[in-house]
């Protein structure tokens, strides 16, 4: 599925097969993003995190509620601060500091919340929502602009156009709603389409069919997309490459297909193990530790050492100690744990042997 013929190389030495499919159009280096909390307390929400995103390919940040996935795409968007690192947007760094350059760089990246019911204005029409940006970001009005809404409505697929411009959002159901929501983050046409959970309250019957209208999207227009989800499964099925986020820090990466079928690190373990997936996605965890009768229980990430060695069946003193670097276990694949003799023997073996 991937073509990684024009390699780019990540800070841990590996590549992201995602580069294949084009050009790179937004970079985050080594990302960080602290809140204060009362009594001097410190939440580190985003720790350390790189990778990029490239034209016409989805990279897919999955972890739990409360793992830092949100907090990293407000974070492209412009909507937080980071606290330390960088992003960078065709190779030059973003600045936001200005409403001005707000604005421009709006125009190039855009954010797709995760509820539909509250990401519309319920006291504007389906029209509104859309000539506003088409206003701002392109510059047209009168009937040009009216040409362009109709078309942002065909190219998500709510025809005839004329039946939904006049509707306010309580009119919509909610894949409609999330459509409009697709058509007003197309308006200002965009290179990189940031998706924050876009199905995740969508009913079950429609997600893969929004699935499928994202992909078009990102086909026919070459968008850079980061697909922000809980479910490992989803995942595997859309995106080109996965980032597996857990406390703030990427713990694994690599390509969809593979690590799904083969995860590497004890947490995409568990959470390949616990994906509903028709084709029983998590049969195959070759040497893996997270078997039936085997799950730790659930408790909140380490203050120091490796965060997920209070869940983790593996952990050692070490792992309770120092938090672990990204470790390359393939040219394609990269896992931060101390224990990877043991969570993948196979994958770990095959890396030492030379093998990709």
């Not at 580069?19 to 204060?36: H, I, Q, T, Y």
């Not at 999955?62 to 412009?78: F, H, I, M, P, Y």
């Not at 025809?159 to 999330?178: I, N, V, Y």
């Not at 990877?340 to 770990?348: E, H, M, S, Y």
Request: proline content about 7%; glycine content about 10%; aromatic content about 6%.
């Amino acid at each position: 599925m991937n073509d990684t013929s024009s390699p780019q190389r990540n800070s841990d030495g590996v590549v992201s097969v995602a580069a294949g499919r084009g050009p790179l159009a937004m970079e985050a280096v080594s990302l960080g993003k602290d809140f204060r909390l009362g009594r001097g307390d410190v939440l580190h929400a985003v720790r350390g995190v790189s990778f990029g995103l490239y034209r016409g390919a989805v990279v897919a940040l999955v972890g739990e509620s409360g793992s830092g996935k949100s907090t990293a795409a407000r974070l492209l968007a412009g909507q937080e601060r980071p606290t330390s690192g960088s992003i960078r947007l065709g190779g030059v760094p973003v600045d936001v500091s200005s409403r001005r350059a707000f604005r421009q760089y709006k125009s190039k990246v855009q954010l797709v919340f995760q509820d539909p019911f509250s990401s519309l204005n319920p006291v504007h029409t389906v029209r509104y929502h859309l000539e506003r940006p088409v206003q701002l970001h392109q510059g047209k009005r009168g009937d040009e602009a009216a040409r362009e809404v109709a078309a942002l409505l065909e190219q998500v697929r709510l025809t005839p156009a004329g039946q939904f411009l006049p509707k306010f959002p309580h009119e919509l159901s909610g894949g409609q709603r999330q459509r409009v929501s697709f058509a007003r983050a197309l308006a200002a046409r965009p290179s990189v389409l940031l998706a924050d959970e876009p199905v995740s309250m969508l009913d079950v019957s429609i997600r893969l069919e929004m699935l499928g209208l994202l992909d078009d999207l990102r086909r026919r227009f070459q968008l850079a997309l980061l697909y922000i989800t809980h479910d490992i499964a989803s995942a595997r099925y859309f995106a080109d490459e996965v980032l597996v986020m857990y406390a703030g820090e990427i713990v694994e990466r690599g390509p969809a297909e593979e690590l799904t079928q083969r995860p590497a690190h004890p947490y995409t373990q568990l959470l390949v193990a616990s994906a509903p997936d028709p084709d029983n996605l998590g049969s195959a965890l070759r040497g893996g530790t997270a078997r039936a009768g085997r799950q730790p229980a659930a408790t909140g990430p380490a203050t120091q050492g490796c965060p997920f060695s209070p869940r983790c069946p593996l952990a050692d003193d070490r792992c309770r100690t120092d938090d672990p670097p990204p470790r390359r276990v393939s040219a394609v694949r990269a896992a931060a744990c101390w224990r990877l003799d043991v969570a993948a023997p196979g994958i770990l073996a095959q890396s030492q042997g030379g093998g990709t």
